[in-house]
């Protein structure tokens, strides 16, 4: 976290909770967390397609597992990675766009 806060990073959220990580968290070293990092905050609305692109971009950059989109009292995971983050199921590089969304596979045409 201290990488992240370096680079400019100061919201997160750690273990479903909405964090400063300039605070003093007090994580346990023993226990595995969730940390998910903010990257950008943006209002749909038209004209803003680069700076999605490129938070998106970063957000992919930056993420382990994938980056989120929440809004609307609604969260989607994608991943890069061919595979499903919670169960592993992957599928194998076709040249064809895939997004793994909360175990479910939809293809990206």
């Not at 929440?70 to 989607?76: A, L, V």
């Not at 076709?94 to 793994?100: N, P, Q, S």
Request: proline share 3%; charged share 25%.
């Amino acid at each position: 976290m201290e990488t992240l806060l370096k680079h400019g990073y100061t919201r997160a959220r750690v273990d479903g909770e909405l964090v400063n990580m300039e605070d003093d968290l007090n994580l346990d070293k023993r226990k595995n967390h969730t940390i998910e990092v903010l990257i950008d905050r943006l209002l749909v609305k038209p004209g803003i397609e680069h700076r999605l692109e490129m938070s998106v971009g970063l957000a992919m950059k930056l993420a382990a597992v994938g980056a989120n989109r929440c809004g609307g009292g609604e969260e989607q995971l994608y991943s890069e990675k061919l595979a499903c983050p919670d169960c592993g199921i992957s599928v194998p590089a076709t040249g064809t766009a895939f997004i793994f969304v909360q175990q479910h596979v939809r293809r990206v045409s």
